[in-house]
DNA sequence: CCGAAAACTACACAACCGTGTAGTGGCCCG
DNA sequence: CGGGCCACTACACGGTTGTGTAGTTTTCGG
């Protein structure tokens, strides 16, 4: 049988070195290519055709998340393996809503990250008892109105109820009941208890 | 002359698997030892004494600049190269106050983490412009009492003023006072808005 | 195509919040 | 050791916020 060819995209330089140390010392491994963003990993994805992409989801351009996507979009088949730090739950979640075989943390030893190449080329599904407990221990998803959402922006940004009622052009008593409306979504009695959250689970970015 | 040694001190396997690859193929760089925190940090730095330790800041159990601190603190000429990937400023700069000898980004490539180690085993001091920019771009440190500390924690946690004047045992009206000051010195206009830049700039830990 | 659920609009009221003003006590520096 | 600075305490006032109630529109499943 010939090499599992994988290719490696991360924006750490040093993090794509020790997997073309650790993949390639194995004998029916291979680094095929590398990316240090998303859309340089489509791409590459789609001219390498490998076996396995080892994707991280923090990356400047385009995040591992939507990479993943697109991959498995137009490539049915591919096997995604998400090695990443973050550990908020909806991005894991996401990862797998977006077609990821396998999520593990960045902190997997050599031995175990090497298993978890091999059974996500066997295209086995990995999840470490440890991300599985962070993306359990996650509420139902808040499912937000995409109006909401901008609001929550805008209340994490500080600006008051006056405030985003001109920027949505809407009266202030209905920017009120919007807000309410949030905060029994979120689960929480204030702004301020809603921005903690919002950042919490990185609903808005900042 | 001898080889230059360096101990890694990483959470990240991958990372750690990843310096140890650039460095030992290399004729005067050799890793003589890695960690996975902070606390085992210190204690290899210790008994190894190596020439430079490259140092990441976000671990568990004790973190990155903290270790700095102790390894300089009981090793005066010891040479530590932060490399990491937080961006937010004041970890930055506190790594630099810690004694490090060098900061740079994960995200830097192979042949310049290379000159990095080189630069800082030689005593050079090496801050990319990158990081020298993050670090410009802060604000002078808001520096709030302890008192004011605890009492944004709260903020943040979402208590009232009056949950707050319990709390502490002081009338709600001091407490009032109190925000109010926190406020003018964060330069924000409201609770919300200081929950947001607390959490930014790592003022309260979640 | 229709009915239910949920979002959106609006307002009044009650609770909450932040500022201005003011007094006390601690600490540092000249 | 006296003056200045700042933290801490306190209160009243005016502005902001969140809820209850209620009507309209949108959306989605049957």
Redesign the pocket.
């Known amino acids: 049988m010939d090499k599992t060819k994988v290719l490696v995209v991360d924006d750490h330089a040093i993090v794509r070195m020790g997997m073309v140390a650790l993949l390639n010392a194995q004998p029916n491994l291979e680094v095929v290519g590398e990316a240090k963003n998303g859309e340089l990993g489509v791409k590459a994805a789609n001219k390498l055709r490998p076996d396995v992409v080892v994707m991280d989801i923090l990356m400047p351009v385009m995040d591992g998340v939507e990479a993943t996507r697109q991959i498995v979009a137009s490539q049915p088949g591919a096997k995604v393996l998400v090695l990443t730090t973050s550990t908020t739950a909806s991005e894991l979640a996401a990862a797998l809503a977006a077609g990821a075989t396998g999520v593990i943390p960045k902190t997997t030893g050599n031995a175990a990250l090497l298993a978890a190449v091999r059974s996500v080329a066997a295209g086995k599904r990995v999840v470490t008892s440890e991300i599985e407990e962070i993306i359990a221990s996650d509420e139902p998803a808040p ?6 959402l901008d609001m929550l922006a805008s ?1 994490v940004r500080g ?5 985003i ?1 001109l920027q ?14 949030i ?3 979120l689960g929480v ?4 208890e ?1 921005t903690a959250m919002a950042l919490r689970k990185g609903l808005v970015k900042l």
Request: zero cysteines; proline letters at 0%.
């Open positions: 499912n937000l109105t995409q109006h909401q209340i600006l008051t109820n006056a405030d009622a949505f052009g809407i009266s202030e008593n209905t920017v009120r009941k919007a807000t309410s409306t905060f029994a979504k009695a204030n702004r301020t809603a």
